[in-house]
């Protein structure tokens, strides 16, 4: 029983142009939100997150958004570059210390 | 970067051979996550740890038990290992509940390739 769902195991995005990476979740107990980067042979690195009482979170290039009525999360990349070409994990938790990953978006920004 | 390291890198063992992966952190942190990343279910947690000693199940637990009998170590081992166990195995760490909680989420180490064959 998947908690936290990326139903797109790869996109590809010019280079430029923005990126959407989506993330569902079925536990309304999860109030907060987060997204790793991976890339190959190295440990997933934080990139941003978001709590339930936000729907909006930019940092930089990326930006979080949250709906909670969906339990939908999405993050945006703007513009994106080759160097962003990766997998990304949505991660989700719910009044402890634990996250459940999604299962990742693989990204490949073309040049 | 937080200081965590996984060892060893990378491992080819035999069906049946028992296993012991180390994590260990320069950090201080109190919790400590043993993760397993396979195609197609993303990364699942496997143990945890809350402190010394104190240590409890995740989401895909049977065949793995873990030690930690030093802030700054985490051991996960395979008791009998399968080919269904091959995988990349992260060790992840954090400094407390509420910067966990705060949204800061984990550190990765760099993980363990391991091949049961």
């Known amino acids: 029983d998947q908690q936290v769902k990326q139903n797109s195991p790869s996109l590809s995005v010019q280079e430029g142009r923005i990126s959407i990476l989506n993330c569902d979740y079925t536990n309304s107990m999860f109030d907060y939100f987060l997204w790793y980067k991976k890339y190959p042979a190295e440990g997933p690195t934080f990139l941003i997150s978001?709590?339930?009482?936000?729907d909006k979170n930019e940092d930089g290039r990326f930006t979080v958004f949250l709906n909670k009525s969906a339990k939908h999360l999405s993050l945006h990349i703007v513009p994106s570059q080759p160097g962003d070409s990766a997998v990304y994990f949505c991660a989700a938790s719910g009044g402890t210390y634990k996250y459940i990953f999604g299962t990742g978006t693989r990204l490949k920004v073309l040049a | 970067d937080a200081g965590i390291t996984q060892s060893p890198r990378h491992k080819v063992t035999e069906t049946g051979t028992p296993v012991t992966l180390r994590c260990h952190q320069t950090?201080?942190?109190?919790?400590m996550y043993w993760y397993r990343q396979d195609p197609g279910h993303g990364l699942r947690l496997i143990h945890y740890?809350?402190?010394?000693?104190?240590?409890d199940k995740g989401e895909v637990s049977d065949g793995y038990s873990v030690s930690r009998s030093k802030t700054e170590d985490f051991l996960l081992t395979l008791e009998s290992a399968t080919s269904s166990q091959t995988s990349v195995y992260f060790c992840?760490?954090?400094?407390?509940?509420?910067?966990?909680?705060?949204?800061?989420?984990?550190?990765f180490g760099s993980g363990t390739r391991l091949t049961v064959v």
């Open positions: 740890s809350y402190g010394v000693k104190d240590t």
């Open positions: 992840a760490i954090s400094e407390s509940r509420e910067r966990n909680r705060g949204g800061y989420g984990y550190t």
């Open positions: 978001i709590s339930s009482i936000k």
């Open positions: 950090e201080n942190h109190r919790y």
